[in-house]
């Protein structure tokens, strides 16, 4: 991997302080300052690993680590997965759902 890659894996994501996040149903459902809804969903239905990912996002786990626990809990090749993982995670940076550090 890049250093960039690397630089990215190590940086702690966090829920902005504005935004609820919480499972409803199925589905984790995100509303930010603005009063937009997020909804996590595949074409299928309720996105099993985007809301993992929400789970695991608890302000101390760096991306590396959050990748760490999907490659143990899905069989997913690892630079997929962190590729996957960066992508998805700056999406809710773009929604102003999270931050990083």
Not at 17 to 46: C, I, M, N, R
Not at 84 to 99: C, E, P, R
């Amino acid at each position: 991997m890049t250093d960039a890659v690397g630089e990215n894996l190590a940086q702690i994501p966090r829920i902005k302080t504005d935004t609820l996040v919480q499972k409803v149903g199925d589905t984790w459902v995100a509303v930010g300052s603005d009063e937009t809804l997020h909804l996590f969903k595949d074409e299928g239905g309720p996105s099993e690993v985007g809301g993992r990912i929400v789970e695991l996002i608890d302000g101390r786990r760096s991306v590396e680590q959050i990748v760490d626990t999907l490659c143990e809990e899905f069989e997913v090749p690892r630079e997929q997965c962190a590729s996957d993982t960066l992508k998805f995670i700056g999406v809710l940076i773009g929604k102003n759902i999270l931050v990083v550090s």
